[in-house]
């Protein structure tokens, strides 16, 4: 028995040397998580074609970076900043998540991005306050697709100089709906405009009538709704069954593809819009399209497009950088353009904000349709110079301490 217990010894010793070396150990995955509205307001329009968009990026790479497997975990933040605090706290802190994409609720964003600064860990955020890249920007957050001043400041601009100058602002009351709402009030002022009156709802609202009578009964040439996803589709059906179009104007500033199919032409027709990027872009950007909706059933929405493009500018940062660190990886994030399907000019500015053009839009008559995703024209883009709030303006710390 000493020599099996000899054998069994130097089998173990030997097991542990060869298993500590680099030929034998397999790195820990890098793990991205996306943490997203799965089964509330926003599911359709982010959800699970969030993740399948991130999957679709990883993929390109192999589903391995830096001798790494890449890994990707999902989880519904329901809406409540609480349970997304929770769920990325337990990601960063005992599952080795490197980086947490999309959120598309800007109040579970904000709360996740303090605990990503403590920890140095990076954050794609789809979430629309223009404050995320403002006066709450961080050294490790980007934020991508739009945001309350390219589809709120910006499309309250383009309307209120084509005449459109009285406005009345039905908002989600919450932080998006808030940020959207003082950008759209800003824009109107400055530009000659006056902002008639305001009405606030909760997340989620079924029954938008009392909020659209008041609309309605101010007189506003313009009622703009301040809020997305299943909130936008409610208040824009209910607006066509109280007669409120065309005698006044609805302005959807956070209109997607997703919210257009289910409202149907008949109702949708003629609504203007700002959009980060449709499926017929290009033919690369066509091609990818084809292939998200062979796999999930939908056309992409420009949120679906910004993760992918967001996920694959991440990971193309982490392979340049050597490594995941968050600093080092966002400073490459910076450095490198952001060349994909979602946009050919786009960068990541020093606030953090992946700033690209951005295209002036108007949902299609029926009988201009000529597909189940035919949905929109595109009208004319605006660059990313004017779509954006110039960096000099910016309230980021990061910006004004180099100042």
Known sequence: MPGLFSKMCFGAFALAIYGASPGFTEEKPLRIGVLTDLSGAFADLAGYGSVEAIRMAAEEHGMHILNRKIEIISADHQNKADIGAAIARRWFDTEGVDVIADFSNSSV??????LAKERGKIILLAAGSSDFTGKSCTPTSSQWVYNSYTNGYALARELTRQGLRSWYVVTADYAFGHSFEAEIKRAVVDNGGEVKGTARHPLGTSDFSSFLLAAQSSGAQVIALANAGADTVNAVKQAGEFGIAPKQVIATPALFNTDIRSLGLETAAGLRFITSSYPDMDDRTRRWSAEFLKRRGIMPSMT????????????????????????????????????????????????GQMVHDLFFAQVKQPEESHGEWDLFKILY????????????????????ATK
């Not at 964003?109 to 303090?114: I, K, L, M, N, S």
């Open 304 to 351: 679906h497009a910004g993760m992918y493009s967001a996920a694959e500018h991440y990971l193309k940062s982490v392979e340049a950088a050597g490594t995941t660190d968050g600093r080092a990886v966002s400073k490459k994030m910076q450095e490198l353009p952001v060349e994909n399907i979602f946009t050919h000019q786009g960068r990541v500015r020093a606030d």
């Open 381 to 400: 883009t605006i660059p990313a110079s004017t779509a954006f709030r110039p960096l000099e303006d910016s309230e980021c710390p990061l910006v004004r």
């Open 109 to 114: 964003g904000f709360a996740v991005q303090e």
